[in-house]
């Protein structure tokens, strides 16, 4: 839905279900450029990728010579816990971008490669009028070095544990998810049927008392806070939300 009203769209693309490693089987072939993958799917429900199947795309891309590419714009950067997501799987992409979290809040995206692809992008070959910006990349900088550190990156797996026992306790206390899945700060609540379709609503009454959440899709609400929230600052938060569900329960 997000490429639709932007047409003519790219063609040659093939879109396969995901997590479905016989279905990327099916579709690749010795004519596939690459293969692009989010290692955690963020905007469709935050669903981690199974390891096997990150494992079994980069072995068919190897065994046709594809390049596996990993949208890494929200999973990046210590969101999962990992610098990138695909440190927590064992699994390393010939490209990944970067974005979100690289600027902490300053516009900034970047795309990363090995030597050997970065060769045929000499200065110029893809020249914006932004590109490689002083300012946007000395943030990007002073961002990794508050997030490339240890304290901060097991902070952030601390802090999973934190919020996922508390969503749970409010999940089974009110009925209204069926799961909490996510890693590190990218984490989703799947709403129990009798939910469904109504993130927005919980969106909204959290709002009311002053916490923001996200949706990702009509099912799942999503929690991606600051990587160095405080743990007072998660509780709070928490209890805001949780006055909030009891309140839209009510009615
Ligand atoms: C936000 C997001 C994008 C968009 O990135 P831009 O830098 O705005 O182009 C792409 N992929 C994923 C997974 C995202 O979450």
């Known amino acids: 839905k997000y490429s639709d009203g932007f047409g003519p769209k790219i063609t040659g693309i093939s879109h396969v279900p995901y997590n479905d490693l016989e279905a990327l089987k099916a579709q690749i072939s010795d004519k596939t450029c690459a293969v692009v993958i989010e290692p955690i799917q963020g905007e469709s429900g935050v669903v981690p990728a199974d390891k096997a199947y990150l494992e079994g795309a980069r ?7 594809a390049l596996l590419i990993f949208d890494e714009v929200q999973t990046g950067v210590g969101r ?3 610098l990138y997501a695909y440190q927590h799987y064992g699994v390393t992409p010939d490209i990944l971008t970067s974005a979100k979290s690289l600027g902490g809040g300053f516009p900034i995206g970047a795309m990363l490669t090995t030597s050997d692809i970065a060769k045929h992008l000499a200065v ?3 020249g914006t009028t932004y590109g490689g910006n002083p300012l946007g990349c000395a943030v990007a900088c002073a961002v990794l070095d508050v997030i490339n550190t240890p304290e901060t990156l097991a902070g952030i797996k601390a802090k999973h544990e934190r919020f996922k026992a508390r969503l749970e306790k409010i999940g089974q206390q009110t009925g209204l998810f ?4 996510g890693v590190g700060l990218l984490i989703g609540c799947v709403l129990s049927d009798a939910w469904k379709g109504k993130a927005k609503d919980i969106l909204n009454a959290a709002e009311k008392e002053g916490v923001m959440v996200l949706q990702a899709g009509p099912d799942v609400v999503r929690f991606a806070p600051s990587l160095v929230v405080e743990d007072a600052d998660i509780d709070e938060g928490l209890e805001r939300f949780e006055r909030a569900v009891a309140n839209l329960i009510k009615g």
């Open 59 to 65: 072995k068919l891309c190897d065994e046709h010579n």
């Open 80 to 82: 999962t816990g990992s």
């Open 124 to 126: 110029g070959t893809h």
């Open 178 to 181: 069926i799961q909490v899945r």
